[in-house]
């Protein structure tokens, strides 16, 4: 395809109207030509922006024809009711994570993808596009560490909306993303979890927070996540890997160090759209790349169930305090 892949969005609320403003001003070969929302005032003021079509609901969406291939940013819950019919229309379809809120939900996507034979899914778990992972990654796969034994992680949000976020999103929504990222840089899936209340944080009211997941890959490698979401500060991502003859670090996200007087300081991001700014443009360009030849690459609805596996085992570690199996189906060949 030579001419600009047309993007159907489903979903206008925040993530959704980050990814319309990146595909119209940063990034090339797309434009959004259509856009649904459950609250269609939200989606014709988004629409009447960017000169898309409106359509009531996702399967009307996916149907049209100015739609080659589909975002889809609403809730959670109702991911799978337009990835399937996506899946069906035979469209490329970047999810944005969750791929879907329970096992069964993933695992009727990827016998839906298995049935089409190739991938069409791409799952927004943006940091694999991050040029800091990215760097870690290629350093573990180097052996310039040798073999990775653990990964310790830090995902450090300054506050969260107290009326909003609950216990059980400390995982779901936040520790994910560490979850997805240990699995990537170790190349293995997760076996085991426990989740450890630490001394609370009184900032953080009837929050269980900060909260610590231990995780034991199948390898054996050992993965520790801190999650703290009222650290004030600001938004603080730490990763460091070590391995059985050295240790390598994600480095610090500010580009400058000012050293003025006796000290030296940076920059700590506010949020996650500040960090990673990067990483979501490089992701969807991936996207809108691939799609235009009628396929994805990137995270897959493999990684959005084993994802959901250790998401949902988590979060009965953490209400039980015992260690929970993260047990999982065979791999298909297809995501191998
Ligand atoms: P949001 O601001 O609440 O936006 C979701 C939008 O989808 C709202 O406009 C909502 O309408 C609409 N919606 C709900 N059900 C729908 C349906 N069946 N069909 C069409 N539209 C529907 O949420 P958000 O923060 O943008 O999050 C959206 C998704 O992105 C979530 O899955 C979230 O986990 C993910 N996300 C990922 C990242 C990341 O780092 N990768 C960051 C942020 C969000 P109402 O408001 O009327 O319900």
Redesign the pocket.
């Known amino acids: 395809m030579t001419e600009d892949l047309g993007i159907g969005v489903?979903?206008?609320?925040?993530?959704?109207q980050d990814h319309i403003r990146r595909i119209a001003d940063v990034l090339s070969g797309a434009r959004v030509t259509a856009v649904?929302?459950?609250?269609r005032t939200?989606a014709e003021e988004v629409a009447a922006k960017r000169g898309a079509k409106v359509y009531d609901?996702?399967g009307a969406l996916i149907a049209a024809p100015e739609v080659d291939a589909v975002l889809v940013?609403?809730?959670?819950p109702?991911?799978i009711?337009?990835v399937l019919p996506g899946l069906e229309a035979g469209k490329p379809l970047f999810v944005?994570?969750?791929l879907a809120v329970s096992q069964d939900d993933c695992l009727k996507i990827i016998d839906a993808e298995l049935t089409l034979g190739k991938r069409l899914i791409q799952v927004?778990?943006?940091r694999r596009y991050d040029a800091a992972y990215a760097a870690l990654k290629k350093t573990i796969d180097s052996g310039a560490i040798g073999a990775p034994l653990m990964y310790h992680a830090a995902h450090r949000n300054a506050r969260v909306p107290a009326d909003l976020y609950t216990d059980d999103m400390a995982v779901a929504?936040t520790m994910v993303?560490d979850i997805d990222v240990a699995r990537f840089l170790l190349d293995d899936e997760v076996a085991r979890i426990r989740v450890i209340a630490g001394k609370k944080n009184s900032i953080g009211g009837r929050l269980r927070d900060p909260i610590l997941g231990v995780m034991e890959m199948a390898g054996g490698a050992v993965v520790t996540v801190e999650v703290s979401v009222n650290i004030q500060y600001g938004y603080d991502i730490r990763g460091e890997v070590s391995g059985e003859t050295g240790t390598a670090e994600l480095a610090e996200a500010n580009r400058v160090v000012l050293k003025s007087g006796d000290s030296f300081c940076g920059r700590v991001p506010a949020d996650?759209r500040e960090r990673?700014i990067e990483a979501y443009d490089k992701e969807l360009q991936d996207f809108i790349n691939t799609a235009k030849g009628g396929t994805v690459s990137g995270p897959s609805a493999w990684d959005g169930y084993a994802i959901q596996v250790v998401s949902d085992a988590g979060i009965k570690a953490a209400s039980s305090g015992e260690i929970v199996a993260c047990e999982m189906v065979k791999k298909p060949a297809l995501y191998t």
């Open positions: 489903i979903g206008t609320g925040m993530i959704g649904a929302d459950i609250d939200r609901d996702a940013c609403s809730w959670g109702a991911h009711e337009a944005e994570k969750p927004g778990y943006m929504d993303h996650w990673f």
